[in-house]
């Protein structure tokens, strides 16, 4: 497994503009798809982006397309989550994630981070 650690996470204005750092180490990071997942409190961890092993290719949660960009540094062991216009319901604690396909379930990823908090006020 992959080791991952968080960072970035805060208090952001709604508008404003926010970027997550995930950085792994352990194992060759760019053979693993990564992903990005969150959690607000009282529901569920929920996807919302992810990308493939070389960058080639991203996927987003419908809530989050066109706001949201999900990038990779193979030679830096980084993935990031750069959040543009982000709004209160994007509060949550943000989760990165490593597994061999860039799924939207968790089940599809084996080692994640411990979670960075973003919080959004209006």
């Known amino acids: 497994q992959v080791q991952l650690v968080e960072s970035g996470g805060g208090l952001v204005q709604a508008g404003d503009s926010l970027t997550l750092s995930c950085a792994a180490s352990g194992r060759p990071f760019s053979r693993y798809a990564m992903g990005w997942f969150r959690q607000a409190p009282g529901k569920e961890r929920e996807f919302v982006a992810a990308?493939?092993?070389?960058?080639?290719?991203?996927y987003y949660a419908d809530s989050v397309k066109g706001r949201f960009t999900i990038s990779r540094d193979n030679a830096k062991n980084t993935v990031y989550l750069h959040m543009t216009s982000p709004k209160p319901e994007d509060t949550a604690v943000y989760y990165c994630a490593a597994g061999d396909y860039a799924g939207t379930v968790e089940s599809g990823y084996n080692s994640w981070g411990q979670g960075t908090q973003v919080t959004v006020s209006s």
């Open positions: 990308v493939t092993w070389n960058g080639g290719n991203t």
